[in-house]
């Protein structure tokens, strides 16, 4: 079934209201009204807050579409209020919220009178509209139509949806959009404290039971990631090297010998990679230097959660990114990129043939540009595309038939190249397992030491599996052999 289109994306949003064609400050705008018909005129200003400090003009605003595609006005509204109420919105946040709501809109317009459905709050729970949504989307799962994941947000922005129609005097339902129970929450900080907090969850709630698989080769850090072993991690960068993508070879290069996300590699500067004689240190794992980058907020390379941390790159690996900084190649793709966005003060290292960035910062996203003509973010997209249509076929074709990776597998794989190395020295008695534990919880930035300890346990855990499979393998063939010569085919 197609997939219908739920958003699109304005690239230049300016809030403005209708002015007489005295006011002062006031914009005249012309709109053509055809061949042989003369211009409509209007004037029209920009509404600022109460203070008359703020404007509220947006870059990328999600607008929520019917099942028509014809603009839903009341979610789009919703869409903008939520906006107008964040002095730093994250705009991928409401593109997400907008496609939840373009998900419901499209649901309801399946309906019989969906303008009537929309506000019906009747007696009976289930036939009320938050209900009905609720068992639509717990249907879609059970068909394997979407993820309890997507069904639970879903669920969530629709909630958040009937919120602000009831707030703001849109309507009142005759009967309770949902029930609320009160829950009280009590936790421990990472420096002891015992905390609390009220928790409201609703009847509507969807849960989203997460599978506990201790054997399922993944790690759980910021998600789900695969650690690829070493012939694995040679697959990936020789299929960069031979689609001829330097820049997708030295992105996935960074991020194995970093333990870098994809944002903060998509976000590394020119400027990073400047200097010819740079201050190394000695590298915490092994024999060689490193040079210490910070990142995070204030560094222009951007970090999950605005995270402060430093990344040990390896002098090899800086003096490799510093020899493509000063390429011809690397200069021509800033020279692109200025002729379209003008001089940049602090470009970002990697570009793509045409000039354009493969990530664009929070902070660089959230500085309104009345410029842009583009209509999707860039958040790594041309990268994951690369691994998708190019680097997985080709280590299919050549290596592994069923092999298949993502960018963030890649930094789970340098969390187990350190550790391996690590565990060595312990082994040898260089270090003890303490002291390699914080080494990895340093170099990772956990948080938690229980992240770092499903490290340090991967490969024992995933080896005694392997193991266990074996023995039991071999006295399961011996079950089966017994039974087949103890029970007959024939009538």
């Given at each position: ?159 958040r949806f009937y919120m602000w129609l009831v707030t703001n005097h849109y309507f009142t339902p005759e009967f309770p959009t949902w029930e609320e129970r009160e829950f009280h929450l009590s ?248 002291k390699a534990r914080l080494i990895v919880k340093d170099l990772m930035w956990h948080k938690s030491s229980a992240t770092t300890d499903q490290y340090l346990d991967y490969k024992g855990k995933i080896d005694a599996f392997y193991k266990a499979i074996d023995g039991y ?19």
């Open positions: 079934m197609r997939e219908l289109r739920r958003k699109i994306l304005l690239p230049v949003f300016q809030l403005s209201e209708l002015a007489e064609f005295d006011d002062v400050g006031s914009i005249q705008r012309s709109i053509r009204q055809g061949k042989g018909h003369p211009a409509l005129d209007y004037r029209y200003r920009l509404v600022c807050d109460d203070e008359g400090a703020r404007q509220f003009s947006y870059n990328l605003f999600p607008v929520v579409l019917d099942r028509k595609s014809v603009p839903w006005a009341l979610g789009t509204l919703f869409i903008l209020s939520q906006l107008q109420a964040e002095s730093r919105p994250v705009m991928a946040t409401f593109h997400s919220r907008a496609d939840d709501l373009g998900a419901f809109k499209e649901w309801l317009d399946g309906q019989e009178n969906p303008e009537l459905l929309l506000f019906n709050f009747p007696k009976a729970k289930l036939r009320r509209t938050t209900y009905r949504y609720r068992g639509f989307l717990q249907k879609q799962i059970q068909a394997r139509e979407i993820g309890t994941g997507t069904a639970k947000r879903r669920m969530a922005t629709v909630i936790f421990k900080t990472d420096d002891g404290r015992q905390l609390s907090k009220i928790i409201v969850s609703t009847d509507l709630r969807i849960p989203d039971p997460k599978p506990e698989d201790d054997f399922d080769g993944a790690i759980q850090d910021g998600g789900k990631l695969r650690p690829l072993n070493r012939d694995e991690q040679e697959w990936v960068l020789e299929a960069a090297e031979a689609k001829g993508n330097s820049e997708c070879l030295l992105l996935q290069l960074f991020m194995l010998s970093t333990g870098a996300r994809i944002e903060s590699a998509c976000t590394l500067r020119a400027r990073h990679f400047a200097d010819v004689l740079p201050h190394y240190s000695k590298n915490p794992v092994g024999p060689g230097e490193v040079l210490r980058l910070k990142a995070g907020p204030g560094t222009g390379i951007e970090t999950k959660n605005n995270k402060l941390g430093t990344f040990q790159i390896p002098r090899t690996l800086y003096e490799l990114l510093y020899t493509y900084t000063h390429s011809e190649r690397a200069r021509l793709r800033r020279l692109r990129y200025e002729s379209k966005h003008g001089p940049h003060a602090d470009i970002y290292l990697f570009l793509t043939q045409q000039g354009n960035s493969y990530y664009i910062s929070k902070d660089e996203s959230q500085q309104f540009r009345l410029e842009l003509k583009v209509r999707h973010a860039k958040n790594g997209q041309t990268i994951r595309q690369f691994i998708k249509d190019q680097a997985i076929p080709y280590v299919r074709e050549r290596f592994d038939k069923s092999f298949f990776y993502r960018p963030h597998d890649l930094r789970a794989s340098y969390g187990m190249n350190v550790t391996e190395e690590l565990m060595r020295q312990v082994q040898g008695s260089q270090l003890t397992l303490h393998g071999e006295h399961l063939r011996l079950w089966t052999d017994r039974a087949m010569k103890g029970f007959s085919v024939d009538e």
